[in-house]
């Protein structure tokens, strides 16, 4: 069974940084295609930003330049680097996961975490 679990949420000011962490277990997890998605309340999840096997990465538009996703396979952990934060960003975060050559985050992603919250006020 996958296991994700985030951490790392919380509330900060605009301008500020948070980073989240996603440990996973479960699988073999240097073998997956790993994501952040975010769900605001009212509007569909959406894609934050992926990391392939070999950390290749891909992001949402809305978050390039800010935001940076990295994976250290030897911690079986995921992390996602929160820079230069807005009010937009406000949601709630979750960790995907798929066993898939082709990460994007438009891909589908077969595994989630339960989420954690990230705040951010004006």
């Known amino acids: 069974q996958v296991q994700l679990v985030e951490s790392g949420g919380g509330s900060v000011q605009a301008g500020g940084s948070l980073r989240l962490s996603c440990a996973a277990s479960?699988?073999?997890?240097?073998?997956?295609?790993m994501a952040w998605f975010r769900q605001a309340p009212g509007k569909e999840r959406a894609g934050v930003a992926s990391?392939?096997?070999?950390?290749?990465?891909s992001y949402a538009e809305s978050v390039k330049g800010r935001f940076t996703i990295s994976r250290d396979n030897a911690k079986s952990t995921l992390y996602l680097e929160m820079n230069s934060l807005k009010p937009e960003d406000t949601a709630m975060y979750y960790c995907?996961?798929?066993?898939?050559?082709?990460?994007?985050?438009?891909?589908?992603?077969?595994?989630w975490g339960q989420g954690t919250q990230v705040t951010v006020s004006s």
């Open positions: 995907a996961a798929v066993r898939s050559a082709i990460c994007y985050i438009g891909a589908g992603f077969d595994y």
């Open positions: 479960g699988y073999t997890y240097s073998s997956y295609c």
């Open positions: 990391i392939g096997r070999y950390g290749t990465t």
